[in-house]
């Protein structure tokens, strides 16, 4: 994607993931959106998913599909249907400023970013009861849950069992 991005002109809004965006930031590649977020209450987001990204000061983007405030406001019981897949939690790893392993390759959940990204994801379900299990809500996976309405949004493993679509 890096390479195909050089080579044609970019769209004005697109999908970046957590994992790549300083480095497109590093490089200009990307254009503040600090001006146009003028009358948009940032505090609505939480924290790590506005700093995951946000470069010099700048934020380039607001992490997609998330805002628990919002759906909550309108009576979504069980916003979010998470996968207990470790894939899941890289994200806000990242999002954090965590690791997942160091220099030395090896795992690194006692990194103190790494703690607060893992307890933020765990409090998603236990403390501020946004998050369930798809089994939670009578589904047997993500997309079952979502598209019985069970679920305003989901985080789903990489491939639905059995190549259910």
């Known amino acids: ?15 970046l993931d957590v994992s790549v965006f300083e480095e497109f930031a590093r490089s200009n590649s990307l254009l503040p959106l600090d001006s146009y977020l ?13 700093d995951g990204f946000t470069f010099n000061n700048r934020i380039y983007g607001i992490a997609k599909d998330f805002s628990t405030l919002t759906l909550k406001a309108k009576g ?6 998470m996968n207990a897949d470790f894939n899941r939690l890289i994200p806000f790893i990242n999002a954090f400023g965590g ?5 030395n390759d090896r795992i690194a959940f006692s990194n103190p970013k790494t703690k607060a990204a893992i307890q933020f994801y765990v409090n998603l379900v236990t403390k501020d009861k946004v998050g369930a299990e798809a089994s939670n809500v009578g589904a ?15 985080l789903p493993p990489g491939c639905p069992p059995n190549g259910q679509v």
Not at 76 to 81: A, C, R
């Open 38 to 50: 003028k009358g948009i209450n940032i505090k609505d987001f939480p924290q790590p998913l506005i």
């Open 76 to 81: 979504v019981e069980t916003p979010v249907i």
């Open 140 to 154: 047997g996976w993500e997309g079952e849950a979502f598209g019985k309405g069970n679920a305003a949004m989901i």
């Open 1 to 15: 994607m890096k390479k195909l991005v050089l080579l044609i002109a970019a769209a004005d809004l697109f999908y």
């Open 99 to 103: 690791q997942v392993t160091d220099a």
